[in-house]
């Protein structure tokens, strides 16, 4: 069993607050698609633009979870999930308007990067960690990070 370095608990993603404007403005976009989808005469599109409207509206709705984190010499455990450093080429990290987090750039071309939050306090002993197990490089928010950013979801 491998020795535990650093636990910390954070949320699984910063909720950024919507006003009645977000809602009224997803709201004509989702009429907006419709709309298109009429004049086109694409009736399978329609059912569509409403169940991602439904999902949509579930996920934002949906308050953040508490996940439990811990860094041990194989890899960072996220709740029940392993990340092995192995499957990471580097990591970096972010500052998103005083939320910090740590970005893991994954060896695969086309995997996904994983951000986790982390806590100010254990930030040092967390980036510590990383470096002694991966090369830290700048990383900045990627397009989808600046449009679920911009669409506060």
Same mark, same amino acid.
């Given at each position: ?89 580097? !990591? &970096? ?10 970005? +893991? *750039?994954? #060896?695969?071309?086309?995997? %996904? /990067? ?15 960690? !990383? &470096? ?10 990627? +397009? *989808?990070? #600046?449009?679920?950013?911009? %669409? /506060?979801?």
């Amino acid at each position: 069993m491998a020795k535990t370095m650093v636990n910390w608990e954070a949320r699984e993603y910063i909720e950024r607050k919507k006003n009645s404007v977000w809602y009224v403005g997803f709201a004509l976009a989702v009429i907006a698609l419709i709309a298109i989808a009429i004049l086109l005469q694409d009736w399978l599109f329609i059912p569509a633009i409403v169940l991602a409207a439904i999902a949509l509206m579930i996920y934002v709705m949906r308050p953040p979870r508490m996940l439990h984190y811990s860094l041990d010499e194989k890899g960072l455990t996220e709740g029940n999930n392993l990340h092995l450093y192995s499957d990471y080429k580097s !990591f &970096g990290v972010l500052n998103d308007g005083g939320h910090y987090s740590i970005v +893991l *750039v994954p #060896k695969k071309r086309f995997g %996904l /990067r994983l951000r986790v939050y982390f806590p100010e306090t254990e930030g040092e002993q967390i980036v510590d960690v !990383f &470096g002694d197990h991966l090369p830290m490089e700048e990383v900045k928010l990627d +397009l *989808v990070d #600046k449009i679920v950013r911009w %669409l /506060r979801i």
